[in-house]
């Protein structure tokens, strides 16, 4: 099973799992994803979610070879698109508390998925990346929504531009991540938080979360946001971009230039 499902308490802990792609969005996580955080959000015993990787790796993102065999055409890309954001927007306007815990690569979907929750904690070899930018393609997973917000709007830009990697501190500083705990300690802290939010208000937190969303600007980025992956995918760029990955080549665009 590519995703695990735990009960600890109040608290689901869901574990990415999947070694031989490092944790990518195959079809069989991301189908995984969507009943683990439906089945969040419908439980109301369940108070907390924690999101993690398993084997040294957060999530390495979309699975180039599975994208690389998808049909081109913009309507086909566009409803893989939704299907993934049904639950990223679930995901982010969850009215429970979520926590990251990002150990390794969180590179792509992956940094997205990191970001949709309300807290991240990485241990010191996390690295974040934008690596959309190699592929000729835009950010996705709500990343237009949640970065900014995270960030800043100018460094929101610079980091979706140069598709650079950005270790633990790094992301620290920046404030996309909270705490950076050894890899060892790592899951033990987020369940131990999680712990502590399972006893507050329910109500209290739900009101939280809500207020600080603004629902309509994120269906907005979202609907831009598959329109977009839909036009880049289906443009040659991206397809020798693909076809480059798989064959072990260095990508065209490299921040800085070689």
């Known amino acids: 099973m590519s995703v695990r499902f735990e009960r600890h308490g109040a608290t689901a802990l869901v574990s990415i799992d999947s070694p031989a792609t490092r944790n990518a969005f195959t079809t069989e996580v991301r189908e995984g994803l969507a009943r683990a955080i ?9 108070r907390v979610l924690v999101i993690a990787g398993a084997n040294g790796h957060f999530c390495a993102g979309g699975d180039i070879r599975g994208m690389s065999e998808s049909p081109r055409e913009g309507a086909e890309w566009r409803q893989r698109m939704h299907a993934i954001q049904q639950w990223i927007a679930e995901l982010i306007t969850l009215d429970k508390p979520v926590i990251a815990a990002v150990d390794g690569a969180a590179f792509g979907a992956g940094f997205g998925l990191a970001l949709a929750a309300d807290i991240v904690l990485a241990s010191p070899r996390a690295r974040f990346c934008l690596s959309f930018m190699r592929l000729g393609l835009v950010p996705d997973c709500g990343i237009f ?9 100018q460094r929101a830009k610079e980091l979706m531009l140069s598709a650079r990697e950005v270790g633990a501190q790094e992301a620290r500083e920046l404030g996309m991540v ?7 300690q790592l899951l033990a802290r987020a ?7 399972g006893s507050a ?17 994120l269906a907005t980025l979202l609907d831009r946001e598959a329109n977009a992956q839909a ?7 991206t397809q020798q971009a693909l076809r480059a990955f798989l064959d072990k080549q260095p990508p065209a665009f490299r921040w800085p230039r070689a």
Do not use: N
């Not at 929504?145 to 960030?151: D, G, N, Q, S």
């Not at 036009?231 to 760029?237: D, H, I, K, Q, V």
């Open 145 to 153: 929504y949640t970065l900014p917000r995270a960030v800043g709007a």
């Open 178 to 184: 909270m705490e950076v705990h050894e890899s060892d």
């Open 38 to 46: 439906s089945t969040v959000r419908t439980d109301p015993e369940i």
């Open 201 to 217: 208000s329910p109500l209290a937190t739900s009101i939280i979360k809500r207020t600080m969303i603004e629902p309509g600007e």
């Open 191 to 197: 369940l131990a938080m999680a712990e502590s939010f």
């Open 231 to 237: 036009l880049c995918f289906g443009s040659g760029y």
